[in-house]
């Protein structure tokens, strides 16, 4: 977890959407947990600095860093008081010294994340418009006096570029590029790939291995284990769900129906109880309706009936045979 977050955390400055993406960055890991309790007791420390005495950070820094880089000894030794109010100056002064530098030098200056049940919709200063799905971690977007520079570090976003002609825009993730001047596409962030798919417009999509032009009906993907740059097949348009709010189904099987709710949305998962009736067909279309209102309209339209059950956050499809 980035330390700008944290400080705004703790300072109470998160948006609702960065407490949430905190809470449950806290909560899937112990690790992360310890890791948050430091800092903040690093943080709480320096609050109570008293001394305003100038000194030089970057000599300090270095020698936290000789300290903190020293090979254990066989028993415990407890840092002093003073070091550790020390320590936490040196960390937060770095910070601000960062967070300065970017906006000072038009780099990252605002961050958006997203928790595994949120979707969130961005406005860009130019015009543009960007959807980051669930489970996304980092998109930031720099100021775009010179350029149009946005950073995806992890997740799925789909993106309806303003046309500039002069100012192409250009998204960085791991060392891939995308640049376009005008165009919609969607762009998904892994630690082992990167997928462009573009619904229309023209896009460069950049990697180690090589550079392809892409145009609407195409995609690429970029394995960096493989280091090969291939070509991805645009499914369904239920793969922009998560963007368009629509789900169209055309004479489709319920186990493929469900696999498409499921990657929907993420506060429930979708179980059919049995197999005899995954081959059932299903047309129907729906925009922006409830999840429950969908499980509904399914369920009545094949004569099965649900269970939804919140304790174990599961809707359970059950029916005998196709009607």
């Known amino acids: 977890m980035k330390e700008d977050l944290i400080i705004k ?6 948006e609702p959407h960065e407490i949430i993406m905190m809470d449950d960055w806290r909560k899937s890991d ?37 300290q903190l880089n ?3 000894a066989t028993k ?3 840092f002093k008081r003073q070091w550790l109010v020390a320590a936490s100056v040196v960390v937060i002064l770095s910070i601000v010294g960062l967070i300065y530098q970017s906006q ?9 994340y997203t928790s595994e049940k949120d979707i ?8 543009s418009k960007v959807t980051l799905n669930n489970g996304s971690f980092r998109f930031s977007q720099s100021k775009f006096s010179n350029k149009r520079i946005v950073k995806l570090d992890s997740g799925k976003a789909f993106f309806n570029v303003a046309a500039n002609k002069n100012k192409p825009f250009i998204i960085s993730t791991h ?25 229309e417009g023209t896009v460069i999509f950049t990697t180690p291995v090589g550079k392809q032009t892409l145009t609407a009906g195409m995609g690429a993907l970029y394995d960096q284990n493989k280091s090969t740059l291939s070509a991805l097949n645009i499914k369904t348009s239920n793969e922009l769900s998560y963007h368009t709010g629509t789900l169209q189904f055309n004479n489709q099987r319920l186990e493929d129906v469900i696999s498409d709710l499921n990657k929907f949305q993420n506060h429930y998962e979708i179980i059919i109880e049995n197999a005899d009736i995954k081959d059932c067909l299903l047309t129907s279309t729906f925009k922006n309706e409830k999840l429950e209102d969908i499980i509904q309209v399914i369920t009545a339209t094949l004569q099965f ?14 029916g005998n045979h196709c009607k």
């Open 9 to 14: 955390y703790l300072v109470g400055e998160a």
């Open 30 to 66: 112990p690790e992360n947990e310890r890791q948050f309790q430091s800092f903040k007791t690093i943080w709480d420390e320096s609050i109570h600095v008293k001394n305003e005495e100038e000194f030089n950070t970057d000599k300090a820094w270095q020698k936290i860093k000789h």
């Open 70 to 72: 020293e090979k254990p």
């Open 76 to 78: 415990v030794i407890s």
């Open 104 to 112: 000072k030098q038009g780099l990252y200056v605002s961050a958006f």
């Open 120 to 127: 969130q919709k961005i406005n860009l200063e130019d015009g």
């Open 175 to 199: 060392d891939v590029s995308i640049t376009v001047v005008g165009t919609s596409f969607e762009v998904e962030s892994q630690y082992n790939f990167t997928s462009v798919k573009v619904i």
């Open 305 to 318: 009936s649900y269970q939804k059950d919140e304790d174990n956050h599961t809707i359970i499809i059950k």
